[in-house]
């Protein structure tokens, strides 16, 4: 079966982004000129995406009003002769059409998952985490579901991490290389305190299929005493063949302070009008 959704858990309360959060969801948090969520939705349409499900919470209006048509703004720009902006603003709203569901209690990712299942059914399906912002010449999510077509089995996107930065990921097992960069899995762990099985890390983009979603059924609470998505696949793999890909590309977590100071100076650089600004700025604070 073709992969036609995309899923994007935007229940979080994004704490460690406080106090920015507190009133705006952490996926409208602006990287350049987009909200990291547009970022992560144009991933999904350039990948060939068809359907977009957002699974929310009580404070995400902001995402629904971005996706939305702003009739009063598109009627103001029209005035004053803002063509250009209107067009984008125009392209936003028809960019896709978004279904959304409501996670009641935050008890995790992969409590968030299960909130699709009576939509996706038997269909296999993307999942992109919106503060995970992948600088990619092919869309991550891509890359994934061309490796999906090849084994049409569950595929987690993997990236090396340093071993003194394992507790903070879910870090796999590789069972068999298939190649350079694709792996049949053996295990996998949610931040090991101890004893990592390696460090490749799991990154915010997976393929899943309805191995995982009746495994979400089956397990008990994980680590932070939530339903852990890591650990639903770790139940997969132990009957079924899951696959790890190391995609390519540079990944920010914008979830953090510093991931979106990287990435806010990553996107700077590669942006032929700000590339100047960021070099002036640079240059003038003096403290290299
Ligand atoms: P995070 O672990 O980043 O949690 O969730 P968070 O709440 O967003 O941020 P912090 O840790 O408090 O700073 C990973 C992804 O899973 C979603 C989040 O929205 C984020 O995209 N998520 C997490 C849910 O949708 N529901 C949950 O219950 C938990």
């Given amino acids: ?3 036609r959704t995309a899923v994007f858990p935007v229940a979080g309360f994004g704490t460690r982004m406080l106090p920015a959060t507190k009133a705006i969801p952490k996926e409208m948090i602006t990287l350049i000129d987009k909200p990291l969520i547009q970022y992560a939705v144009e991933e ?44 984008d603003m125009k392209r ?11 996670q009641k209690y935050m008890l995790g990712l992969g409590n968030a998952v299960m909130c699709v299942k009576d939509i996706v059914k038997d269909e296999p399906f993307a999942v992109i985490l919106p503060d995970d912002i992948i600088l990619s010449k092919t869309p991550v999510i891509k890359q994934l579901i061309e490796c999906y077509d090849k084994v049409e089995c569950p595929i987690i996107s993997l990236m090396p991490v340093a071993k003194s930065d394992t507790t903070k990921y879910g870090i796999v097992k590789i069972k068999e290389k298939i190649d350079s960069r694709f792996s049949r899995l053996k295990d996998m ?14 990154i915010g983009r997976y393929i899943l299929t309805s191995e995982v979603l009746s495994a979400l059924d089956k397990i008990e609470k994980g680590a932070g005493g939530e339903l852990q998505l890591t650990d639903a696949l770790k139940y997969t793999a132990t009957y079924h063949d899951v696959y790890g890909y190391e995609f390519e590309g540079k990944r920010f977590d914008c979830g953090t302070k510093e991931g979106l100071l990287e990435a806010t100076i990553n996107f700077a650089a590669s942006n032929e009008k700000l590339k100047n600004i960021l070099k002036e700025t640079v240059y003038s604070l003096n403290i290299f």
């Fill in 1 to 3: 079966m073709k992969i």
């Fill in 44 to 87: 999904a349409i350039n990948a060939g995406i068809e359907k977009i499900i957002f699974i929310t919470g009580r404070t995400k209006k902001a995402l629904e009003d971005h996706f939305d048509i702003n009739v009063e703004l598109n009627n103001q720009l029209e005035l004053s002769g803002k063509k250009d902006i209107l067009k």
């Fill in 92 to 102: 936003i709203s028809e960019m896709v059409d978004i279904i959304y569901v409501r």
């Fill in 189 to 202: 762990i949610e931040k090991p305190e101890q004893n990592p099985p390696s460090n490749m890390a799991i």
